[in-house]
Every structure is written in structure tokens, then in C-alpha cells.
């Protein structure tokens, strides 16, 4: 097969450069900010050393987002914004504009083309925060292994908690994200709030694909639990439902180890992660819901739950309080009292004998009633 | 009665709507269809929903696992992805997705953005994740076929867009805007970033380790990618000497801030002290954690001597359990990062190569291998600044040359006796 590859044929190119993309005052004041402001929800003003100044607005997507979508923001940053637009680490969008006047118009033509709020954004010299987007996974739109949707819960939160978006009331900031499996394609691992898929049943092995499309060694070997077995005469596997703890590692490896069951997936919730170094060093999520049903469309439990969470922090935390701070304060049994959380057996950790999960329990007697 | 009753009800609310995407995709694929436009997948988001739909009333997802699908020369960046309802609805039977390698910091010019949306409306679904979790633009849905002159377009674009990474590869390293827009960095978040993607091209494109790597890269302990928590290789943003501070600016602030409750005493090492004229920090005590500096952009920054700080290590819970990256490099200064990164960075890529497992993220062979083999490996001396506190159990391997001779040495060397502290040496020779 000696086909000639065309004059233009090349692979391992790389991306475009960001400089082909930087907006002019951003090229010429590179590297040479000197502060910035949120002058209101949504808009950031940022001033550089030579006294230039660019505003950045800010908009809420819901990440799977049309192509005509992206060309009405495309006919928005050329109208308004020379051309240029951004995105940022939690799928937002962010207009640039050096000319002031122009936020209005921007706001409201995004607004009314795309639906996206303004919005998104801290002031932390005003101790007025704003909730960000909830990052967040593929769920049923995409991926194989999800025990719940990703886009649908994202949605149904983000309706209720509408408000702390669009304006900044919050204390801190809060981090709220989304995996749909334990595999945990987003953040979700140290965020103030996560929402977590869980499996709670077994693989059902399926014997025939398991023949026909899987390396039984690799298989058993991908089980962190040592729960598969090898069943080498009859060309299958074997699960030892005592050991397993339904991470789906072997159905990722085997597509014949399938472990959905609609009536018994659903979501954990976990608190009190975070990433920034910000008077608290970065923290792990941890576990104070263990299971809550898939409810489609709207999933009214889950979000009930995650408000009720939300507003206990929001409610009593002190100024630039993350949730890890607030809890630390006031210690979790008052966290389970002030969010109304029931405290079970399942929230003990009990995954790895010690030393893993023996650095969470409580050493001493100091503990509040 | 409407064929979507549940996906009807996601729209309720203010939040935008991921199902009005994709009616809005729908209608525009057959629009532009009916245009004469040459689009090869009119129907793909309309089957997507009826897919959905599906899914919502059986609370289970339909897409089965994907096969190892690809373009020309690359072994990652593809996402197979088949529907098991590829019978009823065709439209979706192939549904992969493509992970286009982002610019650095998400800058994108509106000509770029329509080129890639004129060749996914004529090759795709129509959909896109802006963006994916790991960073890249994603091309959400298409079929096997389409892949290939989709990406010979891409090349040909102006500029060209390459694939991400997918597998067992490096994957698409990704950055925060950095000096592009924020005062914050201590480093060239985005210099390092496309740097960095351009080095290693072929670990990007072809799958071939134990395991995926990622690099993140933040200009500040802010950290706005979240690489701490999120990637093998984080790269953080830091400085050594003395925070910079105009009193000026400080005494502004003052007039209407509480400097005493919201920025002295939140302080997590009690370094800063305020007399109502003068701010003091003791930069001794500072461990650089950015509050005070993010309450008063306007009167401190961060000091001159800059560079970052390599934590490496982070990744979710399968297998061993979530871990937030810890400290490999306290300090690299910024004008050595590129040259310092690399060199830590390959001879840790070819040991994990070499002895990681199957399906082992970096941060749990190093767990299995020891902090001390590591050091070892990239050549860093040990520093406090790496652990939070040192070690509680006694149980230490020391250098060969580090015993003293002795009789009982003498007569284990003659048995051929194996144990760590004398083929730690024995490797080193
Ligand atoms: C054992 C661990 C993991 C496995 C087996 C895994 C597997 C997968 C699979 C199968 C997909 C495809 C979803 C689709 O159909 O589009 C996916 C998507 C993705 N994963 Fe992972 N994943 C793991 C952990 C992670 C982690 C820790 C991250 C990020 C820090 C990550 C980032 C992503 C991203 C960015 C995508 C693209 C889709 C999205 O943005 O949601 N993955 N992963
Ligand atoms: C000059 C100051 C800052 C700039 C320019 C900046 C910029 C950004 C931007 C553009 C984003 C994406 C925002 C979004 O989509 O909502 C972001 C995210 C983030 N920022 Fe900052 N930020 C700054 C200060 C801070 C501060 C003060 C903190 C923490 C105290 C912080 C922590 C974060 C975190 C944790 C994220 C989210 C990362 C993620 O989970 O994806 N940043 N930052
Ligand atoms: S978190 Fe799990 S289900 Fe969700 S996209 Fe990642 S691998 Fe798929
Ligand atoms: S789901 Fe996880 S624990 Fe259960 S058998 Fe599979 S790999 Fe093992
Ligand atoms: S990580 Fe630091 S330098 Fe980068 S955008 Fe955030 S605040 Fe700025
Ligand atoms: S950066 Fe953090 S530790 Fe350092 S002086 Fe400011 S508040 Fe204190």
C-alpha cells in the first residue's frame, strides 16, 4: 500500500500555540497584571501594569453544548469582542471585551441567543463568593460504566441552586462536582460537595462474552479486591460476591462482567474536599451519604439532599469558610445534626485494614456533644 | 404525546439545558441537511435523545464498551463508543467520540472555534463537551468511518488542531490562564504547557505505559485546574522570598476592610500582623497558602524568586484510593522548569515502564516502590518540606555502605544472603 500522502498530511503537529489566540491587550500585557477586581457577578476587571484594562464575563454552560451554539457565542465575540472567547477549568465561557460599555450588551445577547446566565465568579477582598458550575462526567450520554446520569443531575442542582450563581451571596467558595462512577472522570475526589455513581450489586458474568471477549488473567488480575476467579475449564470467571465491592474495574477491563442494576445503582455523597492551598491544606471528599436512588428526570431526593447540605454550610459558615473549615470548627457531629444526615455504619471506613483506613479514626476522647 | 415525556422535563428551570443542545443541534443538522449542506449524520442527535429517553425510564445506561477504534499512526484519542440499541436506533449504532487537543489556557479566536464546527457538522453528531475533564475539546459522537477524514481535515485547518491523549498514554496536559490574565503566576503556566505537549508528541499519541499520566499546571497554590488532585505530575506555582506588599495600598483596603478578622487571623501560620498602619509578614512563618494575597490583589503579591512546586501522584479512588499529590520538587526555579521537568520526568517514565504494573497509576507504584527509591530514580536529594511529618515506625533500609563491617555482615555476604540494604548498593554500581 505505497498510496503518496498529500503536501498537507502530517500527525504529531501538536495544538494551535496559545499566542495564536491571545487577544491583543492580553499579548501586550502578558505576565504584567497588576491586580484585579469582580466588579459584579459574573464580570472581572483586570488591570495590568501599564494601566491597560480588559473585563472578562463570565457564563454558566451546561458542557455539551451544540455547534450552533458555539457559533452564536463565535457571532457575539466577533460583534462585541474582537474575535476572541475563552473557557474555563469548570465549563464556563468567558467573554473579553477592553471596552466597558460594551458588558451590558454582551450580558443581555448572551442571554437571550444562548440562555447562559452571567455569573460564576468570587470576590474574596468582599468576602462575596458566587458557586461555579459543577463539573461534571459523561453519564448516559456517553459512557459505558455510569451508575448514574452526569448532565440531568448537573442540571436539576444547578436550577436550585440558580441563585448562588447569578449573584454572590456565599461565605467561601464552594466546589460541587460530579462522577458518574467510581472511576471518577471529574474533580470530584476533593471538592466541597461530590456526587458519586455507585454500583452496590456484583457483576453478572456473562459466561458467552466473557468467552468470546476477554483475557480471563488480566480480568481476575484487575480486581483490587482478589474477588474474581478463574474458572480455566470452563473458559470463564467466577465472582466472589463476599469480596466484591462493586468498583467495576473488571467490567472497564471485560465487557462480561456487566454490574448494573437500575433499582440499586444511585449516588453517594461526599463533603469537605478541596484543592487550593488557601488557609487549609488540600483535603480528600469524604462520605456522608452513602446511597441515594436514580430518579429521572429530576432526581428529587439527590437534590433535596445536596440543598439541604449546601445551606447548612452556607448558612452557618463564617467568612472565606470551605467547607473542611466549617466542619473542622464545628466538628462532624454537628455537621450531621445542622444538615440533618443520618450517621450509619456505612460511613466507617472499612475498605483497607489499617494503616489506610485507620488514619481516619479518632484517636483520644475529644469529642463534642 | 411527545416521543421524549421524561427528557421533556430536564428543561424546567433556569439552568441551561443539555437536552435544548441537543434539539438545537437536531433541528440544525436536518436545516442544514435540507440547505444541501453536505452533512453525513442529519439524524445522530435526534437518535441520541430517543437513546436517552431510554435510558432515563430504564435508569441504566445503553452504550456498550468501545472497541479500539483510531485514526492513521495514533493509538489514542479516540473513544469508541457503540449503542446496544443499535437495531432500533441506527443513527447512534457508532457514537465515538474525539478528544481534540485544546490550546493552553482555552483561548480559542471565533475563526478556529467555526473551522472545527464546519467539519463536525459535516463529519459528527454536531455535539461537543467544552470540555472534557482532562481538558480537551471534545467531539461528542460520530462513526468508525468518519474518524479518518475528519482528522485529515483538522490537519489542513488554520491552524491545524491535533488529537488528545486516551489510554495508557500521556494525556493532554493542561493549564490555568497563568500570566496570560492573572497577576498570580509565579510561572509561565501556558509556555510550559504547549512546551511540555510538544516534547512529547509520541507519549501523547500512542499508548504505551502501564497506565495513563497526566500533567496539570497552575501558576499558584490557588491551583484554578485542580492538578493537585488531579494529576500524576502537578505542577504548582510558588515562590521563596518575602511576599511583596505596598503599605499604600494596604491602608486603602483598610478603610473598609476588616484586615484584623478576615486576613491577620485566618492566616494559617499566624505570620501577619496588622497595627493599623503598617502590615507585617513573617515570611519565616509564610507558607505561602495565597489567602492573604487573594484578599488584597491590590497591595501583595507574590515575592520575586519564583518557580513551582512538582507534587506528583494525585489520581481517584481505583485502585488503592483517591490521592492529592505530595511533594517530589520543592522548588524549581521558573527559568529552569522546562529543563528540570524533563529530566525528572523521563527516567521516572522509564522505571514505571519498566516495573509498574499493569493498570498502576504512578502514585501507587511509588506507594509500592517507596519515596526513597524514587529520589533515587530522578536524583533529588530528600527535603523536610516532603512529608508532614517524619516516619512513626523504625523500619528502615539503609545503604550498604552505610552498616559498619562486622562479623555478621561479613558471614551474611558469604551465605549470599539477599536483603534490601545491600542490593540497594549493588543496583547503584
Ligand atoms: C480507573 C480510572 C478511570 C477509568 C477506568 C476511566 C475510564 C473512562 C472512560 C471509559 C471514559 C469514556 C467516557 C465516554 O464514553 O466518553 C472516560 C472519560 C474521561 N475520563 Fe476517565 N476514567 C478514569 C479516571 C479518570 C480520571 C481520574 C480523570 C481525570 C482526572 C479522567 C478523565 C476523563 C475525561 C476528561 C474523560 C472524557 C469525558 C469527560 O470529560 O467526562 N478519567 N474515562
Ligand atoms: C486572580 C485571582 C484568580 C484568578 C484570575 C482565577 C481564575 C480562575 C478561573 C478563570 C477559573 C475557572 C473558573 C470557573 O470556571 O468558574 C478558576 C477556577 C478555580 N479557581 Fe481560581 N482564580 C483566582 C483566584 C482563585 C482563588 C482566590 C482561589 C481559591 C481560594 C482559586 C481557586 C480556584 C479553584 C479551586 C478553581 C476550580 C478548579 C476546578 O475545580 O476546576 N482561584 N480560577
Ligand atoms: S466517571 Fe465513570 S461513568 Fe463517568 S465518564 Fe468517567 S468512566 Fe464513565
Ligand atoms: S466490581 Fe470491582 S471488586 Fe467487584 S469483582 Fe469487579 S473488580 Fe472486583
Ligand atoms: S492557579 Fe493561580 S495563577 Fe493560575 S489562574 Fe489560578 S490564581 Fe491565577
Ligand atoms: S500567604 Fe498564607 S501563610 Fe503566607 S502570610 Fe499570607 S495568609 Fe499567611
Known amino acids: ?369 | 404525546m411527545s416521543e421524549t415525556p421524561l427528557l421533556d422535563q430536564v428543561p424546567d428551570g433556569p439552568w441551561p439545558s443539555f437536552v435544548r443542545e441537543i434539539r438545537k443541534t437536531a433541528e440544525g443538522m436536518e436545516k442544514a441537511k435540507a440547505e444541501g449542506k453536505d452533512v453525513k449524520m442529519p439524524g445522530c442527535a435526534k437518535g441520541l435523545l430517543k437513546q436517552l429517553e431510554i435510558s432515563y425510564k430504564d435508569k441504566k445506561t445503553h452504550w456498550k464498551h468501545g472497541g479500539i477504534v483510531s485514526v492513521v499512526g495514533y493509538g489514542g484519542g479516540v473513544i469508541g463508543r457503540y449503542s446496544d440499541l443499535g437495531e432500533e436506533i441506527p443513527e447512534v449504532h457508532h457514537f465515538h467520540t474525539i478528544r481534540v487537543n485544546q490550546p493552553a489556557g482555552w483561548f480559542y479566536t471565533t475563526k478556529a472555534l467555526r473551522q472545527l464546527c464546519d467539519a463536525w457538522e459535516k463529519w459528527g453528531s454536531g455535539l461537543t463537551n467544552m470540555h472534557g475533564s482532562t481538558g480537551d475539546f471534545v467531539y461528542l459522537g460520530t462513526k468508525s468511518e468518519h474518524l479518518q477524514p475528519l482528522f485529515e481535515e483538522m490537519m489542513q485547518m488554520d491552524p491545524p488542531f491535533d488529537i488528545g491523549g486516551s489510554g495508557s498514554d500521556l494525556r493532554t496536559p493542561s493549564a490555568c490562564m497563568g500570566p496570560a490574565l492573572c497577576e498570580f503566576a509565579c510561572y509561565d503556566t501556558l509556555d510550559l504547557c504547549y512546551d511540555l505537549t510538544m516534547e512529547y508528541q509520541n507519549e501523547l499519541h500512542r499508548p504505551m505505559w502501564p497506565y495513563k499520566f497526566k500533567f496539570k499546571l497552575s501558576g499558584c497554590p490557588n491551583d484554578c485546574v485542580a492538578a493537585k488532585a488531579r494529576s500524576d505530575f502537578a505542577i504548582i506555582g510558588t515562590w521563596k522570598d518575602d511576599i511583596q506588599i505596598d503599605q499604600e495600598a494596604v491602608k486603602e483596603y483598610a478603610k473598609w476592610m476588616d484586615i484584623e478578622n478576615e486576613v491577620v487571623k485566618l492566616c494559617p501560620t499566624g505570620a501577619i500582623t496588622w497595627d493599623g498602619n503598617e502590615l507585617k509578614i513573617d515570611n519565616k512563618n509564610c507558607v505561602r497558602c495565597m489567602h492573604c494575597i487573594n484578599k488584597m490583589p491590590k497591595a501583595l503579591k507574590p515575592g520575586k524568586e519564583r518557580g513551582a512546586t512538582v507534587c506528583i501522584g494525585a489520581k481517584a479512588p481505583c485502585v488503592e484510593g483517591a490521592i492529592i499529590g505530595w511533594v517530589a520538587i520543592p522548588f524549581i526555579p521558573a527559568d529552569k522548569l522546562k529543563e528540570r521537568v524533563k529530566e525528572i520526568v523521563e527516567p521516572l517514565w522509564e522505571w514505571w515502564d519498566d516495573e509498574g504494573k499493569f493498570r498502576e497509576r504512578v502514585g501507587e507504584f511509588l506507594w509500592r516502590k517507596g519515596m526513597g527509591e524514587f529520589l533515587r530514580v530522578i536524583g533529588q536529594d530528600a527535603d523536610v518540606r516532603m512529608i508532614k511529618h517524619p516516619r512513626t515506625n523504625p523500619f528502615m533500609y539503609f545503604e550498604k555502605s552505610e552498616l559498619r563491617p562486622s562479623k555478621v555482615v561479613e558471614e551474611h555476604t558469604k551465605r549470599g544472603m539477599k536483603f534490601k540494604t545491600l542490593e540497594r548498593e549493588e543496583e547503584e554500581e
Open chain 1, 1 to 369: 500500500m505505497a498510496t503518496e500522502k498529500p503536501s498537507w498530511w502530517k500527525t504529531d503537529f501538536g495544538p494551535p500555540k496559545y499566542d495564536l489566540f491571545l487577544p491583543e491587550v492580553v499579548k501586550k500585557n502578558y505576565g504584567k497584571w497588576a491586580y484585579h477586581e469582580v466588579i459584579r457577578p459574573g464580570v472581572i476587571k483586570r488591570v495590568a501594569e501599564s494601566g491597560d484594562t480588559v473585563y472578562t464575563i463570565r457564563f454558566g454552560t451546561p458542557r455539551l453544548i451544540s455547534i450552533y451554539t458555539i457559533r452564536e457565542l463565535c457571532d457575539i465575540a466577533d460583534k462585541y469582542c474582537d474575535g476572541h472567547l475563552r473557557w474555563t477549568s469548570r465549563h464556563n465561557v468567558e467573554l473579553i471585551t477592553t471596552d466597558e460599555s460594551k458588558i451590558d450588551d454582551i450580558i443581555k445577547e448572551v442571554q437571550e441567543t444562548t440562555g447562559f446566565p452571567c455569573g460564576g465568579t468570587w470576590d474574596a477582598p468582599h468576602a462575596k463568593y458566587g458557586l461555579s458550575n459543577i463539573i461534571h462526567t459523561q453519564g448516559w450520554v456517553h459512557c459505558h460504566t455510569p451508575a448514574i446520569d452526569a448532565s440531568g443531575i448537573v442540571k436539576a442542582i444547578m436550577d436550585e441552586l440558580y441563585e448562588y450563581f447569578t449573584e454572590m451571596k456565599l461565605p467561601a467558595l464552594c466546589r460541587i462536582s460530579l462522577a458518574c462512577c467510581a472511576n471518577m472522570c471529574g474533580a470530584v475526589h476533593a471538592s466541597d460537595i461530590s456526587i458519586v455513581g455507585i454500583h452496590r450489586t456484583p457483576p453478572l458474568v456473562d459466561d458467552d462474552a466473557v468467552r468470546r471477549m476477554c483475557e480471563l488473567p488480566t480480568t481476575a488480575a484487575s480486581c483490587p479486591n482478589a474477588a474474581i476467579k478463574v474458572k480455566a475449564k470452563e473458559k470463564t470467571l467466577e465472582v466472589d460476591g463476599e469480596k466484591c465491592m462493586f468498583c467495576g474495574n473488571c467490567y472497564t477491563m471485560c465487557p462480561g462482567m456487566p454490574l448494573f442494576d437500575p433499582e440499586n445503582d444511585g449516588a453517594a455523597v461526599l463533603v469537605a474536599g478541596k484543592v487550593s492551598g488557601a488557609r487549609h491544606d488540600p483535603e480528600l471528599s469524604k462520605v456522608v451519604v452513602p446511597w441515594i436512588p436514580n430518579e429521572p428526570p429530576r432526581w428529587p431526593t439527590l437534590v433535596s439532599t445536596i440543598k439541604k447540605i449546601f445551606l447548612a454550610w452556607a448558612n452557618n459558615a463564617k467568612k472565606h469558610e470551605r467547607m473542611i473549615e466549617f466542619i473542622e470548627r464545628i466538628g462532624w457531629e454537628r455537621f450531621f445534626e445542622l444538615a440533618d444526615l443520618e450517621f450509619s455504619w456505612h460511613l466507617i471506613d472499612d475498605f483497607r485494614v489499617p494503616p489506610f483506613a485507620y488514619a481516619s479514626y479518632r484517636v483520644g476522647t475529644n469529642f463534642r456533644w
